[in-house]
Structures are given as C-alpha cells and as structure tokens.
C-alpha cells in the first residue's frame, strides 16, 4: 500500500497497542460526558408559560399539550426560510432533523419529542411530508417566539419538565450542543477519514472537501437528505407551484 493519504501499516500486535493507548482515553471521554450530564441534571430551571400557543394539525394548542401526557419534553427549533423552495430550506435543521426516527426509547422514559418550525405551519408541514419524517410537527407563531425562544433563535434545542399545570425549561443548546441529534457524525468520527470537514485535525493529505458554513450538509444545491426523495419520486413542492431546484442557502444557524 502506497498511498500517502492512508495510516501505516503495521502489525496486528502493534495495531492493537496503539488502540489500547487511545481506548484510555477514550474512556476518560467517556467518564467526562457521564460527569457533564449528572451536572446537567442538577441545574436550577426556569418557568415556561404553559399556555404559549402553537398550531398543529388540529389547529392552535397551548406548550403544555405538547407534551402529549408525559413529564418531559425535548424540543428540536428548526430554522425556516419563508417563501423558499424545498432545496433552499435550513440544511442543518434537515440534517439533525432528519436522523430522530425511533420514538419509542424516549416515551418509555416519559419524554415527548417534538420539532416546532419557525415557518407557517401548512408550507413546513409540507416539507415534513415530502421528507418523510414522522415527527410530531408544531409552528411557533410570532407571539410565541419571544416567550419560548427568549433572544435566542431557531436551530437550537430545549428541555422542559412539567410539573401539573406548570412548565419549566431545563436546559437548552445550540451549535456543535446539538450533535447528539446526528449518529452520522459519531459514526464518521470513528472512521479514518472522520468526517472530512475543513475544521478537523486530520494527517495532512487526508480529503477534507467540506466547508462548514451549511455546505456539509448539502450536494447539488440542495440539503443531501433531500436527494433519496427526490429519487423515489416524492414531491417537494411547498407552495402549490412547480417544483424548483433551489440556489443553496447557506450560514444555517444549525452549522
């Protein structure tokens, strides 16, 4: 094997010592996280109105339904371009979006997830369908914006915890905070490559072709998510016109 751009060869044995050096500190990490969470569960909480109102399907419905019966809530804001095409909706929010499938783990420890759009509820409702997420889906009117959102923006994560007829947010992130949504990234981060951004510390000559300022999460002028959809012949059309290709919109708050 010649290749500059791949690790060197060496022993089975050798590569074994290797491993076992990093698993160390791989299981520091590890520990680390364990602690950063056991004091995440131990932060004060402030209280939520519980009445702020949302649309869904049925109509406007107050946070506190949202919860659907259960004691917690965990909150995905994703980011909305109004009057946009399908290709030029947030590719961050569609990446993290789109990798939360399976609820059940989370309602068998009496927590709801929920996705509230920054967008009108029929156009972004819309775009959940065409993507083929099956998630419950709220749009945040603007007189909820500042009661929820309270400075931040969309793109970010909240929890809440309720308590009878009272509501409370227990913890909130943003950014990088939010790579918990994407096993894509941990399974890339265990590759050789990892996840060939232009950020990484990798061995020079290792491919990093993704910029980060939304292009990662796009190919082709749209977010990459979208294209198995289009493929299967799935209509992306938002606004009751013909479907559009998109121009690409970049600096996705969620990047």
């Known amino acids: 094997m010649t290749d500059l751009n791949n690790p060197p060869v060496v022993s089975r044995r050798d590569w074994l010592t290797a491993i076992d050096a990093l698993r ?31 649309v869904s399907g049925e109509g406007r419905v107050p946070l506190i339904d949202v919860f659907a019966g259960r004691a917690q809530l965990f909150v995905s804001y994703h980011m909305w371009h109004d009057g946009h095409s399908a290709a030029d909706q947030c590719e961050g929010c569609t990446f993290f979006t789109g990798q939360v499938r399976e609820l059940s783990y989370l309602h068998q420890r009496d927590v709801t997830f ?97 910029e980060t300022l939304g292009q990662q999460f796009r190919k082709d002028g749209r977010p990459t998510a979208q294209w198995a959809r289009i493929t299967a012949g799935h209509d992306d059309d938002l606004h009751g016109e013909e479907p559009g290709t998109g121009t690409g919109a970049s600096g996705c708050c969620c990047s």
């Open 24 to 54: 160390v500190r791989e299981k520091a990490h590890t520990r680390e996280g364990d602690a950063i969470a056991a004091a995440r569960r131990r932060l004060p909480m402030t209280e939520v109105d519980p009445s702020a109102p949302l």
């Open 114 to 210: 929920a996705v509230f759009c920054q967008g009108p509820y029929e156009e972004s409702e819309r775009y959940r369908r065409f993507m083929g997420w099956d998630l419950p889906w709220y749009s945040v009117p603007a007189e909820s914006h500042e009661r929820l959102l309270a400075d931040r923006h969309f793109g970010m994560k909240a929890c809440y915890l309720r308590e009878g007829d009272r509501v409370f947010e227990t913890y909130w992130t943003t950014g990088r905070g939010v790579e918990p949504m994407a096993p894509s990234y941990g399974i890339l981060d265990m590759t050789v490559r990892g996840r060939q951004e232009t950020w990484e510390d990798s061995p020079a000559g290792w491919p990093q072709p993704f």
